[in-house]
């Protein structure tokens, strides 16, 4: 069983940057796909981006690219979300999942990541 705890959540204007991190022990014990997720009240949760931690590959939702990154610090066994130029539809929790990968991820679906973070909100309004 694999223990993740996200957090740097908050309350956010639009335009405004937020960094979320994950961690979980288990990240240097092998390679993984991290990836974390958006649930907004109401709706399905949906991938925003993932990386892995063996071969370095990330992706990111068609809404993320070129304003979010994600990066690992491997020695801090933690996965940053860099959120930058945050727009209102960016709010939700953000959900932080991970499962044994070889040397790829993918955001979803939701059933292909076994473990998973408790949450962390992310409000972005002015």
């Known amino acids: 069983q694999m223990r993740i705890v996200e957090s740097g959540g908050g309350s956010v204007q639009p335009g405004g940057s937020l960094t979320l991190s994950c961690a979980a022990p288990g990240f240097s014990q092998g390679s993984y796909a991290i990836a974390w997720f958006r649930q907004a009240p109401g709706k399905e949760r949906v991938g925003v981006s993932c990386?892995?931690?063996?071969?370095?590959?990330?992706y990111y939702a068609d809404s993320a690219e070129g304003r979010f990154t994600i990066s690992k610090h491997s020695a801090q066994n933690t996965v940053f979300l860099q959120m930058n130029r945050v727009l209102p539809e960016d709010s939700g929790v953000y959900y932080c999942a991970a499962d044994r990968a070889t040397d790829t991820c993918a955001l979803g679906p939701i059933s292909a990541y076994e473990y998973w973070g408790q949450g962390t909100q992310v409000t972005v309004s002015s």
């Open positions: 990386l892995n931690s063996g071969s370095g590959a990330m």
